[in-house]
């Protein structure tokens, strides 16, 4: 989070910790109602979880943030769905 908030701004920091947090309680919720035993193997696959689910964000708000400067004046949806 405090990579994200010196990189980009406090409240993407905030929306990446909170996607993380979504990814792992979706993970979790589906293991246990699976009823999936816990092993090293299932922990690192949590983790490799999570450093996709930061490299993404990293990248999705890095394009938001270059079409905020090229499309000054647009609304968020607009930039956010750009190509």
Do not use: Q
Request: aromatic letters at 12%; a negative charge; glycine letters at 4%.
């Amino acid at each position: 989070m405090a990579f994200l908030w010196f990189r980009f701004e406090l409240v993407f920091g905030v929306a990446a910790v909170v996607a993380l947090i979504h990814d792992l309680i979706i993970t979790l919720g589906l293991m246990t109602l699976m009823r999936f035993e816990v092993s090293l193997d299932v922990v690192s696959a949590l983790l490799i979880l999570l450093g996709f689910s930061v490299n993404d964000t990293i990248v999705i708000f890095d394009r938001i943030r270059e079409n905020s400067h090229t499309m000054f004046g647009s609304s968020f949806k607009t930039i956010c769905t750009t190509p």
